[in-house]
């Protein structure tokens, strides 16, 4: 069912980069990179409502650790897709259940944005093709369109090239951080000491057979190191689960946040109960919402 007055509810799960390898910098500043990125159980929740204005309500347990105002990302949304749908005077009140730790390197704030505009495609009866929707998630930022899918995608270039990727279900740890890394600084790091990881093959023929010990060992990321180097604490967390025996532990994405693969979700209890602070969620999540309009 679409739109209307209706309220739109859509989940925005968080995502794990349990492969990311850097190619270079490009000279917009942004690096080409390859990433298989897989969206969790862990999720926000985004609500549109028909309203005259654009105004934003953020609830939920993670709420303060959230921009509430005109940076966040929801917000950013909803004003790019009214513009590339020749929406004049955009109106939605948007409600976010804030659940994903921020700037964690968990793609929250991208999930959102990616939420939000499939809510707001509904609600305003854009009917956006996907492929159009990919570019406006795009123009908001790089994980967007990757975000939007709602499942597994080997993603390229930037971020904007997204293939999806038939992934078995999988059971991680995660253990997230009191601190943020932006983005933009784990890249500068990276810069300043560049070096590029193996290419994805055996990653994803693992990944798309279920062989989770093979999985287990090729979790890779590029700017773990720079982080690392940094941040020892990201480091020590994922010795900690390998000792515990863990398959395999990486940072994902800009960071800080380590996830963990384990065998069964048996093994996943114990590893949550070694290492402080981590949970355990799976991926991908079984689909369980309205999918974006199709095109
Ligand atoms: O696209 P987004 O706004 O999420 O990116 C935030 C910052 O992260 C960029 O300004 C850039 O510094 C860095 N980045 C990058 N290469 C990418 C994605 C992000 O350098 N592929």
Not at 7 to 14: I, K, T
Not at 110 to 129: G, I, Q, V
Not at 243 to 265: D, K, N, Q, R, Y
Request: charged share 20%; hydrophobic share 45%; with cysteine.
């Amino acid at each position: 069912m679409r739109g209307g007055a209706e309220p739109v509810r859509e989940e925005a799960p968080a995502k794990l980069n349990v492969f990311l390898r850097v190619l270079g910098r490009r000279e917009d500043g942004y690096h080409d990179l390859e990433s298989l990125i897989l969206p969790l159980a862990l999720h926000d929740v985004v609500t549109a409502l028909p309203a005259d204005g654009l105004a934003l309500r953020v609830e939920g347990p993670r709420a303060a650790e959230a921009p509430g105002g005109d940076e966040n990302l929801c917000l950013v949304a909803a004003r790019t897709l009214a513009e590339a749908a020749g929406i004049a005077s955009p109106g939605a009140d948007l409600v976010l259940d804030k659940r994903v730790p921020v700037a964690a390197g968990m793609g929250g704030g991208s999930s959102d944005a990616a939420a939000t505009l499939r809510a707001l495609d509904r609600l305003w009866r854009c009917d956006l093709e996907a492929e159009v929707l990919g570019e406006v998630g795009a123009r908001v930022g790089s994980d967007v369109p990757a975000l939007l899918v709602g499942e597994p995608v080997f993603v390229s270039g930037r971020g904007e090239r997204v293939a999806p990727v038939h992934v078995l279900a999988t059971t991680w740890v995660v253990k997230p951080f009191g601190f943020p890394v932006r983005t933009p600084d784990a890249f500068g790091w990276w810069d300043e000491e560049p070096a590029t990881g193996p290419d994805a093959g055996v990653l994803i023929a693992a990944a798309e057979t279920g062989n989770v010990e093979l999985l287990g060992s090729a979790l890779f990321n590029d700017l773990q190191a720079p982080v690392v180097s940094r941040h020892p604490e990201v480091g020590a967390a994922i010795d900690a689960f390998l000792e515990a025996g863990a398959l395999g532990a990486v940072m994902t994405g800009s960071g800080p946040t380590v996830a963990a693969l384990a065998a069964h979700p048996g093994q996943a209890d114990r590893l949550a109960r070694a290492v402080h602070g981590s949970f355990v969620t799976g991926g991908p999540p079984a689909p369980s919402r309205p999918g974006p309009v199709a095109g």
